[in-house]
Nanobody, 121 residues
Framework: QVQLVESGGGVVQAGGSLRLSCAGSGRTFSDYAMGWFRQAPGKERERVATITRIGGVTEYADSVKGRFTIRRDNAKDTVYLQMNSLKPEDTAVYYC??????????????WGQGTQVTVSS
């Protein structure tokens, strides 16, 4: 059983930065693809960034390209999301997820409890 705990959320002014962390336990993180998702009130869940299990290939939503960076540290069983130049529309609950493949993150992955990010204008 994999357990994921997100941290690093908070309130920040527009233009600021935050770094989210997702620490895992129960399995070896190097076995998994990882991703960050977010959901704002009244909106559907959105895939923000993903990183593959092999090769560490990253992909980003168009809305965050150039501003967010996903990084994994297999030695620490942790995945990070560095968020720069934050905008009010980035306000959401952010979730991390892990799965065997990027394609199965939403359908067959393990999820954390989420961390709130609020960007004030």
């Amino acid at each position: 059983q994999v357990q994921l705990v997100e941290s690093g959320g908070g309130v920040v002014q527009a233009g600021g930065s935050l770094r989210l962390s997702c620490a895992g336990s129960g399995r070896t993180f190097s076995d998994y693809a990882m991703g960050w998702f977010r959901q704002a009130p009244g909106k559907e869940r959105e895939r923000v960034a993903t990183i593959t299990r092999i090769g560490g290939v990253t992909e980003y939503a168009d809305s965050v390209k150039g501003r967010f960076t996903i990084r994994r540290d297999n030695a620490k069983d942790t995945v990070y999301l560095q968020m720069n130049s934050l905008k009010p529309e980035d306000t959401a609950v952010y979730y991390c997820a892990v799965s065997n493949f990027v394609a199965t993150l939403t359908s067959g992955g393990y999820w954390g409890q989420g961390t709130q990010v609020t960007v004030s204008s």
